[in-house]
């Protein structure tokens, strides 16, 4: 008796925990733009850019996200980005920025599954793109929050 009244208590403050800390927020489509990140390397364009997130809402939860990074320029970081006039000049710039466009999907894919923003992980290699997703999730759900 005194284990099942301690596993409902148990629950009921989980439950309560949770929910003390959720933002409500309303269904809809929501988009946002990190800033500019500059490299501060001298003569140096690798990694400029910035990121644009694109956030569904349903039933009030995080159900859909695309994260995608641009150059200054507007130019979309894809499968041609890390090459130099079509080309693969230096392969590993050419891997390392592959790999940090790979993390954009990642990130996207562990905003929905987990539901919060606090509970994406960074990936090795990719942290200027996990702080431009940061800061442009955290901008669309602001837009987002049921006020």
């Known amino acids: 008796m005194k284990k099942s009244v301690l596993i409902i208590i148990s629950s009921l403050l989980a439950v ?3 929910g003390c800390g959720e933002k409500s927020y309303n269904d809809g489509n929501y ?4 800033s ?8 140096s364009t690798a ?4 990121g644009v997130v694109e956030i569904s809402i349903s039933g009030g939860k995080i159900s859909g996200c695309t994260f995608q990074t641009y150059e200054i320029g507007g130019k979309l970081k894809d ?3 890390g090459k130099e006039n079509g080309e693969i000049a230096n392969r590993d710039f050419y891997n390392k920025a592959q790999k940090a466009r ?3 999907d990642k990130y996207a894919q562990q905003l929905v599954s987990k539901g919060d923003i606090k509970e994406v992980d960074a990936i090795s290699g990719a942290t200027v ?11 669309a759900l602001k837009d987002a929050e049921a006020k």
């Open 47 to 50: 990694g400029n850019g910035y």
């Open 31 to 34: 988009t946002a733009q990190s």
């Open 79 to 81: 499968e041609e980005y």
């Open 102 to 104: 790979a993390a954009c």
């Open 16 to 18: 309560m925990a949770v």
């Open 36 to 43: 500019e990140y500059i490299n501060d390397e001298e003569d």
């Open 129 to 139: 793109n996990y702080n431009e997703f940061v800061e442009a999730v955290n901008l």
